[in-house]
């Protein structure tokens, strides 16, 4: 986790959840995730740029961004442990995010109440003794 000046925090499952938000495309956002991924890199080295990551999360309100707090953001982020995050470890990261959100969504849809639901296709319930064999 980043801890900053400012009351906001990084976590890993926040990174990858926002990154989720990524639109996609037919083929699985590869097109997308490297037009996204020209903004950390406008360079075009093939890896994010560092303070181009520190400017992004300090204009993003997490208040300025040490060289430890950065170093943590890479970490996060470097799925190969090269110690530096290139395209195909960003797109490592989208994936973990898609899952992060689908698993969020799916803990939201587990807490919503449940409407009532018939046991059978009729719409009667066997346990009062309205469908076939209930009663002998």
Request: net charge negative; no cysteine.
């Given at each position: 986790m980043v801890k900053t000046s400012n009351t906001r925090r990084v976590t890993h499952s926040q990174i990858a959840t926002d990154l989720a938000k990524v639109p996609k495309n037919s083929k699985g956002g590869v097109l997308?995730?490297?037009?996204?991924?020209?903004?950390?890199?406008?360079?075009?080295?093939?890896?994010?740029?560092?303070?181009?990551?520190?400017?992004?999360?300090?204009?993003?309100?997490?208040?300025?961004?040490?060289?430890?707090?950065?170093?943590?953001?890479?970490?996060?982020?470097d799925k190969d442990k090269d110690g530096r995050?290139?395209?195909?470890?960003?797109?490592?990261?989208?994936?973990?995010?898609?899952?992060?959100?689908?698993?969020?969504?799916?803990?939201?849809s587990a807490k919503a109440p449940k409407e009532a639901v018939p046991e059978d296709a009729t719409g009667e319930d066997k346990a009062e003794g309205g469908g076939e064999g209930g009663g002998d």
């Open positions: 997308v995730s490297q037009e996204a991924f020209k903004v950390y890199d406008p360079h075009s080295t093939g890896f994010v740029d560092s303070e181009i990551l520190r400017s992004i999360f300090e204009n993003l309100g997490f208040g300025e961004i040490s060289d430890e707090d950065l170093g943590i953001l890479v970490e996060t982020g995050i290139s395209l195909q470890d960003f797109r490592n990261m989208l994936a973990e995010g898609e899952k992060a959100a689908a698993t969020a969504s799916s803990t939201e």
